[in-house]
């Protein structure tokens, strides 16, 4: 069956950098485009970033662009979230989210705290 577990989430200061990533199984990963979303206490699931099948094309919240960066690595089935420049209202619970076959898979979700 469809399987997302993300990892890479932590602590780290203001100004600081961490790479979450997505492993993927139980699909034919390089067909789907993936996303990551994020959810802070008290507030809605909101999109982070989306990337494309092959990799070719990526889009992001505004509050992120500039800073975070979402990749792919279709052989290993992984997908990447390299969040630069973190700042204390990026804290929240960060989702890997593919859409297979018209049905909505999420992962367990991997926590980000910005603190100092």
């Known amino acids: 069956q469809v399987q997302l577990v993300e990892s890479g989430g932590g602590l780290v200061q203001p100004g600081g950098s961490l790479r979450l990533s997505c492993a993927a199984s139980g699909f034919t990963f390089s067909r789907y485009a993936m996303s990551w979303y994020r959810q802070a206490p008290g507030k809605e699931r909101e999109l982070v970033a989306t990337?494309?099948?092959?990799?070719?094309?990526?889009t992001y919240a505004d509050s992120v662009k500039g800073r975070f960066t979402i990749s792919r690595d279709n052989a290993e089935k992984l997908v990447y979230l390299q969040m630069n420049s973190l700042k204390p209202e990026d804290t929240a619970v960060y989702y890997c989210?593919?859409?297979?076959?018209?049905?909505?898979?999420w992962g367990q979700g991997t926590q980000v705290t910005v603190s100092s």
């Open positions: 990337i494309t099948s092959g990799g070719g094309s990526t």
């Open positions: 989210k593919g859409v297979v076959r018209f049905r909505d898979y």
